[in-house]
């Protein structure tokens, strides 16, 4: 064990005068010598170059002994604070040591966002993201989107991955249209999903408490009775079988590439929020898949009629009188004629919309918001966990 060096009173004193006067006589004495303008209050007493030179200047003039030297080096040594070494980040590296880094493997549908944005939507701080897979073992976790990863298996069995380091899987498609890969077992540590069992649960939207000027939501005009866009035309899908059968009772005005009625990103709110009743059908059906499809009608000012999981799972999201649930009725045909009541009689139309005095629809941001709630979980969450079988908690 290292002892401090004992000292007079008369050291002791010669200790006080030094730390005194170094930055006084010794700068008119000595100033030609030293580069002053590398000194300051913090780096001197952080043992930096002003120290030295000090010390320096001292001993060549015989103004301090060896042991008051050895005293003042061990003294400022000791008070300095401990040094922790962080990953080398080459993105954003005045920020690393006080972040939590997160690898984008890959950016979702290539959708790439800064980790400022975390704070803005979420009030999350601490967060950047990156997408060099170089830096692949120095980051806190790693993201994997399912959907992008089926030519990357072969490397991510064969990576390896710190005990601390969280990987994970982030998939917002249903079972039915997920690849189903064995390698994914025992592999990460952390789910993101739509299903609320998940460990960081994103859903599609959520309705939220309304401001006093969005609980004075007025219904926007209608020229359409019932609409549908869909992009996925499947026959063999319940939805499109469903949909045949209710044309037979009921005009609906449908859009995309399999009707030849394409609507753009910018004619696309206007087109649902013209129609009074929007076809939310989900192309599977399984437990908390509620997608955009719903969301969005709800935020445009359209009743959603819907198929998917049932009506009690949709409850658990949204109110019972905010939307009409095709299970409710024996046949294509009933359902038609309730929708034909509805649309004839304004009053009961509206009580669709009474939750609108309470509350708001909003969707989530895809991607974005996954990294940033994976980043608070990290930040937050230091404990062990494993997915041990992915395949049977996701397929089943």
């Avoid at 000292?7 to 004193?13: E, H, I, N, S, T």
């Avoid at 003039?61 to 400022?76: A, D, G, R």
């Avoid at 073992?137 to 710190?162: N, P, W």
């Avoid at 009074?276 to 989900?282: A, D, G, H, N, T």
């Amino acid at each position: 064990m290292t002892s401090t060096p004992s000292l007079g009173r008369y050291q002791y004193l010669l200790l006080v005068l030094f730390l005194l006067v170094c930055f006084g006589g010794v700068f008119y004495t000595y100033m030609p010598t030293i580069n002053w303008r590398q000194c300051s209050a913090v780096t001197f007493f952080s043992y930096d170059v002003c120290l030295d030179k000090c010390l320096d200047v001292f001993k060549e003039k015989h103004l301090l002994n060896s042991s008051i030297i050895s005293t003042i080096n061990y003294t400022v040594v000791k008070q300095q604070p401990p040094i922790t070494t962080q990953p080398v980040m080459e993105e954003n590296q005045e920020t690393h040591d006080r972040n939590t880094i997160i690898l984008m493997w890959p950016w979702p549908f290539g959708y790439t966002f800064q980790g400022e944005s975390c704070s803005v939507k979420f009030g999350i701080e601490g967060c950047h993201f990156t997408g060099d897979r170089n830096q692949h073992d120095k980051v806190h976790g790693i993201m994997f989107h399912h959907r992008e990863i089926s030519g990357d298996l072969q490397t991510l069995t064969t990576m390896a991955r710190s005990p601390h380091q969280r990987w994970v899987w982030m998939n917002m498609e249903s079972p039915e249209n997920s690849g189903r890969w064995g390698e994914l077992d025992n592999l990460f540590n952390i789910t993101s999903n739509y299903r609320r069992d998940s460990d960081i649960w994103v859903p599609y939207g959520r309705l939220r408490k309304a401001t006093e000027q969005e609980k004075n939501f007025q219904i926007p005009p209608k020229d359409k009775t019932v609409c549908w866009i869909v992009s996925n035309w499947n026959p063999n899908f319940r939805r499109v079988k469903y949909f045949d059968e209710l044309t037979k009772h009921i005009k609906v005005e449908a859009y995309g590439r399999h009707f030849n009625r394409f609507v753009s990103d910018e004619d696309y709110k206007a087109t649902m929020s013209s129609c009074k009743f929007y076809l939310s059908f989900e192309n599977s059906n399984h437990k908390d898949y509620i997608t955009e499809k719903l969301f969005n009608a709800l935020t445009l000012g359209a009743v959603p009629v819907v198929i998917g999981p049932p009506r009690d799972n949709y409850e658990e999201f949204i109110p019972a009188d905010s939307f009409i649930h095709v299970d409710d009725f024996k046949t294509p045909q009933e359902l038609a004629e309730y929708l034909t009541l509805l649309d004839q009689n304004q009053t009961l139309y509206e009580q669709y919309f009474n939750w609108r005095k309470e509350f708001t629809a909003e969707g989530s941001y895809f991607g974005l918001e996954h990294a940033c709630r994976i980043c608070q979980y990290i930040r937050s969450y230091t404990g062990y966990r494993v997915v041990t079988s992915l395949s049977k908690w996701y397929w089943g």
